[in-house]
């Protein structure tokens, strides 16, 4: 995410509290706007800023801002309601609205939380090395040449890729990496869109915009075969067969972070709340002030949080992952291509703008909302009935371009559709 977005989304985000004088967005009864689980992009509002308030970059990143405020829940007790939002992680927005029994409470749950996710965005990050830890960047460079200690949370998300790989028909391949860095770069070079804000750059920037060459795709993919991927449990260990591979984690990193910062607060005492990174949504517990959790489906051609499309009532404790091409692409010859690659074409997935999943744990929400991306409807019927036999319960909302709304048949009594 470039400053000036970053910038653009802080300014929107504090305006958004600011008028919501301690209601907090995300918190959603049904006469207030749900949270938000668009693609890659942010809980806050995408109209341009005209607070006067100015914050520098550093003041950005230094620490999550936060407000909040004493409410009463059902029963009439006095609880802080508090939102915190940070801008520093896996290149979007994070904000989390949490109730807890007083604000040094809340406190100590958003400096978990934000610790947890830089720690997390740096062990994932395929594009950067980090002193004293070793990243996806670090294990791409020396596991060619043998095998490569790594921190447990590396290693467990290694091995849930592995382990949903074949259910999920090879869609989602994290060793894909050599294909997904030519994309990258082509978006790169393009200066591609992130989303509302951005809409100055792209086709339209004057910088170099053309797709990367296809023998260059098709030599790359001689290089992701999943099975080179040597994984040793016991020395937690991990080494590539090919010394071309490179693992590329972005269709699950941000689920799988969010799931393990769930469980944290969890086990730190947090009962009620809402998690938002991106587009990954987790919930905790119920709405104390009892009112249902609701999660909205944005829309894909306006982006607009204060019109989504459908508005989902949740499960208490369960996630809702949105995957889309609307916030990360770039134009050729007036044809999008966004950020979702076909591991059977090597070129972006064209079936629909937008894929969301509903499922208890946020890391498999959002591996399998990368998958169905990519999964026409017989194959998304094989992949659901892969995970029935498992015991998993999935729902999946698609949006096709025409803006029209399905879903799985559990999800129909959920799920409020816009006229
Ligand atoms: P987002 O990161 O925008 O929330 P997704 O969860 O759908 O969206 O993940 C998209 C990211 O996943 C891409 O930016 C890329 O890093 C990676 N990716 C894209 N296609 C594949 C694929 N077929 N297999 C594995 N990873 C992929
Ligand atoms: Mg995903």
Redesign the pocket.
């Known amino acids: 995410m470039n400053r000036k977005r970053r910038f653009a989304l802080l300014l929107a985000g504090l305006m958004a509290l600011s008028a919501c004088q301690g209601k907090v967005p995300g918190s959603s009864s049904s006469e207030e706007a749900p949270a938000q689980a668009s693609?890659?992009g942010s809980q806050g509002s995408q109209e341009g800023p005209s607070s006067s308030r100015e914050i520098s970059p550093e003041e950005m990143a230094a620490k999550p801002l936060s407000q909040g405020d004493y409410v009463e829940d059902a029963e009439g007790k006095k609880i802080y309601q508090g939102q915190g939002t940070f801008f520093d992680t896996f290149d979007t927005v994070v904000t989390l609205t949490y109730f807890a029994p007083d604000e040094e409470t809340f406190q100590k749950y958003l400096t978990y939380t934000h610790d947890e996710f830089l720690r997390l965005h740096k062990l994932y990050d395929n594009y950067h090395e980090y002193e004293g830890l070793t990243s996806v960047m670090t294990v791409n460079r020396l596991a060619g040449q043998g095998p490569v200690e790594v921190d447990p949370d590396l290693f467990d998300i290694l091995e849930f890729s592995l382990d949903h790989y074949e259910a999920s028909l090879g869609?989602?391949?994290?060793a894909?990496g050599p294909v997904?860095s030519l994309w990258h770069e082509a978006r790169e070079a393009a200066g591609a869109h992130e989303g509302p804000g951005d809409e100055d750059q792209g086709s339209t920037s004057g910088k170099e915009v053309r797709l990367p060459d296809k023998s260059a795709l098709e030599e790359a993919n001689r290089h992701t075969d999943l099975a080179k991927l040597r994984l040793d449990k016991a020395a937690r260990t991990v080494a590539f067969e090919d010394p071309k591979m490179a693992l590329?984690l972005?269709?699950?990193a941000?689920?799988y972070a969010t799931e393990k910062v769930a469980k944290g607060l969890e086990a730190m005492g947090l009962k009620n709340g809402l998690l938002s990174a991106?587009?990954n949504v987790r919930l905790f517990g119920y709405h104390p002030q009892g009112r249902p959790w609701k999660v909205g489906v944005e829309d894909p051609k306006t982006n607009d949080r204060d019109q989504a499309l459908a508005a989902m009532k949740m499960e208490s404790g369960s996630s809702m992952?949105t995957?889309g091409d609307y916030?990360?692409y770039f134009i050729v010859d007036g044809k999008r291509y966004n950020?979702?690659?076909?591991?059977g074409t090597l070129y972006p997935a064209t079936l629909y703008p937008s894929v969301s999943v509903v499922a208890e744990d946020s890391g498999l929400a959002?591996f399998l909302?990368?998958t169905f991306?990519?999964c026409d409807k017989e194959e998304a019927a094989r992949v659901l009935e892969n995970y029935k036999e498992q015991g998993i319960d999935l729902g999946v909302i698609w949006v096709d371009f025409d803006n029209r709304v399905t879903t799985t048949d559990n999800l129909a009594g959920a799920l409020e559709v816009r006229d």
């Open positions: 693609a890659q869609k989602v391949n994290i894909l997904l590329d972005g269709a699950v941000k689920g991106g587009g992952v995957s916030q990360r950020h979702i690659i076909d591991p959002d909302s990368t991306f990519l």
